[in-house]
Each structure stands twice: as structure tokens, then as C-alpha cells.
């Protein structure tokens, strides 16, 4: 008989104990959680309150050396490519265009001044693919390709995760390219003329 009510006590005690945890943390979340950045130590053991966040207006803070999302500033890029070429996964492509010698100044510099040579009609990140590492950025001379804060950047088309950093538009691109050809043609011509000249001017010198 003892027993009985003993287990009737511990079930009582028990009950009591869950209830008293809940209403305190139902009182408590009338309180917010405090401002801890997600780096910080004491993040999850701030005292005890609303810890929903009202996400996306609300979202956990994101590490200053965190990796997340790629972002291009096609101005001081150079066109070199390395980017491309250390990429494990190929999430990165790159077409460029060279700049004729009157449109180096159009074409401009970097930030620290260095003169740009290539046009970069296509500067692609598939982030779908992307896979965060970092070895990109890295081999960058200029610090143009930089991971951002931006860790949440879902779709619904698989589309809208390639991104485009290109600084010339399809009708520009095929208007440098034109440029390009013309100028090699003349160049080339130029080239055979000079030796068809010389070619004459050894035959006469022969006569």
C-alpha cells in the first residue's frame, strides 16, 4: 500500500516539476535573449528568454571569418583567371576580351592602379555548385573575389544561383571582338606588306 502512494507521490512531484519549467519558461519569453554575436562564447548561455527569432527579419549574426556567399567587384578585376584555375569544382567561368591600345584609358585601373588588359564579358559563380573553400579567393592578386556575410540565398529556379559579374554586355562584347579581328587583319596585312616590300627590295639588290 505504501508503494502505491509512493509512486502516486513521485508522479505528483514529477508532473509539478515539468509544469514549473514550463511556466517559467512561458514568463520568461516575454523577455528577449541578449544581443551576443554568434561568436561569441557566452552566445548560447545568455539568460533565459525568447529565443525564436523572427527570421527573415531576425537571423543569428554570421562570423567575421565566415565563407558564405562569393560576390565579384568586376572593377578591380583583372581578368587573370586564377580564380578559375584554382577552383575544384569549375563553379567559376571566365571569358575575356583583349583591350585594343586606345581603349586602355576606357577600360581604366584597379584601386592600387594597375591598368586592366582584358575586358571580362563573362564572369560567371555557380553557387549551386560552389562549395565554399576559399581557394579562389585566395589566388586572387587584386582581392576583387571576396566571400560575403550572405550565408541565406536559397531559389526556387536553380537559375537564379549563377551569378553574373560581367562589365561588357553581349552587343559590346561582339563590338570589341569585331575591333580585335580588324585590327589583327590590319596588322597582318600591314606585316605582309612590309615583307613583300623587302622580298622586292632583296630582288632588285640581287639585279
Given at each position: 500500500?505504501?508503494?502505491?502512494?509512493?509512486?502516486?507521490?513521485t508522479?505528483a512531484v514529477?508532473?509539478?516539476?515539468?509544469l514549473?519549467?514550463?511556466?517559467?519558461?512561458?514568463?520568461?519569453a516575454?523577455?528577449?535573449k541578449?544581443?551576443?554575436?554568434?561568436?561569441?562564447?557566452?552566445?548560447?548561455r545568455?539568460?533565459?528568454g525568447?529565443?525564436?527569432?523572427?527570421?527573415?527579419?531576425?537571423?543569428?549574426?554570421?562570423p567575421l571569418?565566415?565563407?558564405?556567399?562569393?560576390?565579384?567587384?568586376?572593377?578591380?578585376?583583372?581578368?587573370?583567371g586564377?580564380c578559375?584555375?584554382a577552383?575544384p569544382?569549375?563553379?567559376?567561368?571566365?571569358?575575356?576580351?583583349?583591350?585594343?591600345?586606345?581603349?586602355?584609358?576606357?577600360?581604366?585601373?584597379?584601386s592600387?592602379?594597375?591598368q586592366?588588359?582584358?575586358?571580362?564579358?563573362?564572369?560567371?559563380?555557380d553557387?549551386?555548385?560552389?562549395?565554399t573553400?576559399?581557394?579562389?579567393?585566395?589566388?586572387?592578386?587584386?582581392?576583387?573575389?571576396?566571400?560575403?556575410?550572405?550565408?541565406?540565398f536559397?531559389?526556387?529556379?536553380?537559375?537564379?544561383?549563377?551569378?553574373?559579374?560581367?562589365n561588357?554586355?553581349?552587343?559590346?562584347a561582339?563590338?570589341?571582338?569585331?575591333?580585335?579581328?580588324?585590327?589583327?587583319?590590319?596588322?597582318?596585312?600591314?606585316?605582309?606588306?612590309?615583307?613583300?616590300?623587302?622580298?622586292?627590295?632583296?630582288?632588285?639588290?640581287?639585279e
Amino acid at each position: 500500500m505504501s508503494e502505491y502512494f509512493s509512486n502516486i507521490k513521485t508522479g505528483a512531484v514529477t508532473i509539478a516539476t515539468g509544469l514549473g519549467i514550463t511556466l517559467k519558461h512561458f514568463f520568461n519569453a516575454t523577455k528577449r535573449k541578449g544581443d551576443a554575436g554568434v561568436d561569441d562564447v557566452d552566445y548560447f548561455r545568455q539568460v533565459d528568454g525568447l529565443c525564436t527569432l523572427q527570421y527573415p527579419r531576425e537571423v543569428i549574426p554570421t562570423p567575421l571569418n565566415g565563407r558564405y556567399r562569393l560576390y565579384n567587384n568586376i572593377e578591380d578585376c583583372i581578368g587573370c583567371g586564377q580564380c578559375e584555375r584554382a577552383c575544384p569544382i569549375s563553379c567559376i567561368t571566365i571569358e575575356t576580351i583583349k583591350v585594343a591600345a586606345d581603349d586602355l584609358a576606357v577600360c581604366g585601373k584597379t584601386s592600387d592602379g594597375q591598368q586592366k588588359k582584358f575586358w571580362v564579358p563573362v564572369f560567371d559563380i555557380d553557387t549551386a555548385k560552389c562549395m565554399t573553400c576559399g581557394l579562389c579567393t585566395n589566388v586572387c592578386p587584386t582581392d576583387c573575389l571576396v566571400h560575403t556575410p550572405v550565408s541565406d540565398f536559397s531559389q526556387f529556379d536553380r537559375q537564379n544561383l549563377l551569378y553574373h559579374f560581367g562589365n561588357l554586355t553581349n552587343q559590346e562584347a561582339e563590338a570589341k571582338k569585331r575591333k580585335n579581328a580588324e585590327l589583327q587583319a590590319k596588322a597582318l596585312a600591314e606585316k605582309e606588306k612590309k615583307a613583300a616590300e623587302a622580298a622586292q627590295q632583296e630582288k632588285s639588290g640581287g639585279e
